[in-house]
């Protein structure tokens, strides 16, 4: 995750990662940032017989199907993939060369279909249609949406890769509105669905993420260290001592919470993540790709920002640290967080304010 976590949160699908439908509709809003009027190549994927595999299989399959897709489509594109429905992925590229273009979608079509051979899935794994839009001019939502749609019902799985140049608006004014509408509904729901997403996977004590979206989290950056063979560190934090501050009221308790994840969103790196865990002072911190030996002093730089910090709350407070590593310290969600609740007691014990590596 990035800085703005809150924000930035609520547009991503928690199921693969990506970007969701209402990032995606801001991009073509903003040009997806490209303030030079540059050629934006989209490449859009379907998921081949995703509903077969559902029907087949159930949809926990379909869901493991999708959440390894989208960890292949970011892990091979960066950080420009965008899940826009149920089995519809897009990937933006602004500038470079046609030809460059052509080359990296062709390169991934066939990475993917290597790695679907690999697990055993059904080839191709996915449809894909590569759309050229022209540049000098900014992106008009009806035109996108016009040749995403129209691309796509194109290709099959006979032949499941084309090349496209962006075909022109008609000149229809009252066709143009229709699609105009239509993108405006589809950004109309999304939004509607964003506040949605944020009133259930969002804690309004401390406005972070909640148990059930940290745990989500959870599974996908296990998912994501899985397949790319690489490793993650994630802390179990819990306050020390902080019944005093339901005593005086239970508003003064949830303010305390609300303070603590300020420290904590502030402590942590660009790319970290930190969510609500089971009970009232519990946090939980992901931190990919890092390994024990760096994720300890950022836990001491939490321990040492909230005592420090709330020298001006209503008490001093401190915080324990219990921290584990991907796969040192187990190979599941749920291992890893049993080990980083055996280093929290064992830091408690060691008289709190402590952090602890579990053994």
């Known amino acids: 995750m990035q800085p703005n976590l809150q924000a930035q949160f609520s547009e991503i699908d928690l199921l693969t990662g990506c970007w969701n439908l209402v990032r995606f509709s801001k991009g073509i809003q903003t040009n997806f940032g490209n303030e030079n009027l540059d050629s934006i190549t989209l490449v859009s994927i379907d998921i081949h017989q995703l509903r077969r595999v559902n029907r087949l299989h159930g949809?926990?399959?379909?869901?493991?199907?999708?959440?390894?897709l989208g960890i292949a489509l970011r892990d091979e594109m960066g950080n420009n993939v965008y899940r826009i429905a149920g089995e519809a992925f897009v990937i933006v590229l602004v500038g470079g060369s046609r030809e460059s273009h052509d080359?990296?979608?062709?390169?991934?079509?066939?990475?993917?279909?290597?790695?679907?051979?690999?697990?055993?899935?059904?080839?191709?794994?996915?449809?894909?249609?590569?759309?050229?839009?022209?540049?000098?001019?900014?992106?008009?939502?009806?035109?996108?949406?016009?040749?995403?749609?129209?691309?796509?019902?194109?290709?099959d799985g006979e032949e499941p890769f084309k090349i496209f140049d962006a075909e022109p608006l008609p000149d229809n004014a009252e066709m143009i509105r229709s699609i105009e509408l239509m993108a405006e509904r589809i950004l109309s729901l999304g939004y509607m669905l964003n506040i949605t997403f944020r009133l259930a996977y969002t804690d309004p004590v401390g406005n972070l993420p909640n148990l059930i979206a940290t745990r989500r989290k959870l599974d996908l950056t296990l998912a994501e260290a899985e397949s790319k063979e690489s490793g993650f560190s994630l802390f179990l934090i819990d306050g020390d001592d902080l019944k005093r501050y339901n005593t005086v009221s239970y508003a003064a308790g949830d303010k305390l919470i609300s303070q603590i994840a300020s420290v904590l969103m502030g402590a942590i790196r660009p790319g970290d993540f930190v969510g609500r865990w089971r009970f009232g002072d519990e946090f939980i911190v992901l931190l990919p790709d890092t390994q024990?030996?760096?994720?300890?002093?950022?836990?001491?730089?939490?321990?040492?920002?909230?005592?420090?910090?709330s020298q001006t709350w209503l008490f001093p407070v401190t915080v324990s640290v219990g921290v584990v590593e991907y796969p040192l310290h187990g190979r599941s969600v749920d291992d890893l967080v049993n080990q980083a609740e055996g280093a929290l007691k064992n830091a408690k014990k060691a008289g709190k304010n402590k952090t602890v590596v579990a053994g």
Not at 292 to 309: F, L, M, N, Q, Y
């Open 59 to 68: 949809f926990e399959r379909g869901d493991q199907l999708l959440r390894w």
């Open 103 to 155: 080359s990296r979608a062709r390169e991934l079509f066939g990475h993917l279909n290597d790695q679907a051979q690999q697990l055993s899935m059904e080839i191709p794994v996915v449809t894909m249609a590569v759309i050229h839009f022209s540049g000098g001019t900014p992106l008009n939502i009806a035109l996108v949406w016009k040749n995403l749609n129209e691309r796509m019902e194109l290709i």
């Open 292 to 309: 024990i030996k760096e994720a300890v002093p950022i836990a001491d730089r939490i321990r040492a920002g909230v005592k420090e910090t």
